[in-house]
C-alpha cells in the first residue's frame, strides 16, 4: 500500500491542520448559521463519523450532541481517538490475498479524503457568510524567528 500514508501521519494531521481548520470555521459559523452552512456541516460530520467508524473494530452507539457546531467537534474528538488506536504495524497490510480482504487501510484512507473534500466545500460556503475568512485560516502559518524591526531600513 505505497499510495496510502502511515496512520501517524494521518492522526497528525486529522488532529493538526484539519482540526485547527475546523476550529476556525465553526468560530466564523458561530451567531451566522445559514441552512446552507449547517447542511454542509452535517455533511462534514457524516464523514468524520465515517472515518470513526473505519478506523475502529466496533460501532459505538452514542451520536453526540443535536447542534451542528457541537456535533462538528464532538465528530472531530471522536474521529481522532479512533485513528490513534489503530493498529499502526498492521495498517496497510492486506491479508492474505485468496480472501480476497481489503486492508483498513484503503477504508479509512478514503474517508480521511471526503473528510479534507467537505471541509473545503464549507469553506466556500463560508466565503459568502464571512468574505475574510481566508485570512483568518491563514493566521499562524508563518512565524518569524527574528520579528521585522519598527523602524524603516532606509
Known amino acids: 500500500m505505497r499510495h496510502i500514508p502511515p496512520i501517524g501521519w494521518i492522526s497528525e494531521k486529522l488532529d493538526g491542520d484539519l482540526r485547527r481548520r475546523v476550529e476556525k470555521l465553526c468560530v466564523a459559523l458561530e451567531g451566522r448559521m445559514t441552512p446552507e452552512a449547517e447542511n454542509e456541516l452535517r455533511a462534514l460530520c457524516r464523514a468524520l463519523d465515517r472515518v ?10 452514542g451520536h ?12 472531530m474528538n471522536h474521529a481522532v481517538s479512533c485513528v490513534r488506536l489503530v493498529d499502526s504495524a498492521t495498517f496497510g497490510r492486506r491479508a492474505a490475498f485468496h480472501h480476497f480482504e481489503k486492508s483498513k487501510a484503503e477504508g479509512l484512507y478514503g474517508a480521511f479524503l471526503i473528510v479534507i473534500d467537505r471541509i473545503h466545500r464549507l469553506t466556500d460556503v463560508l466565503r459568502t457568510i464571512d468574505p475574510a ?12 524567528t527574528e520579528p521585522l524591526r519598527e523602524e524603516p531600513i532606509a
Open 133 to 144: 475568512i481566508d485570512e483568518h485560516l491563514c493566521e499562524g502559518l508563518v512565524r518569524l
Open 52 to 61: 470513526a467508524d473505519a478506523g475502529k473494530h466496533i460501532r459505538s452507539n
Open 64 to 75: 453526540g450532541p443535536n447542534d451542528a457546531l457541537q456535533k462538528v467537534r464532538w465528530s
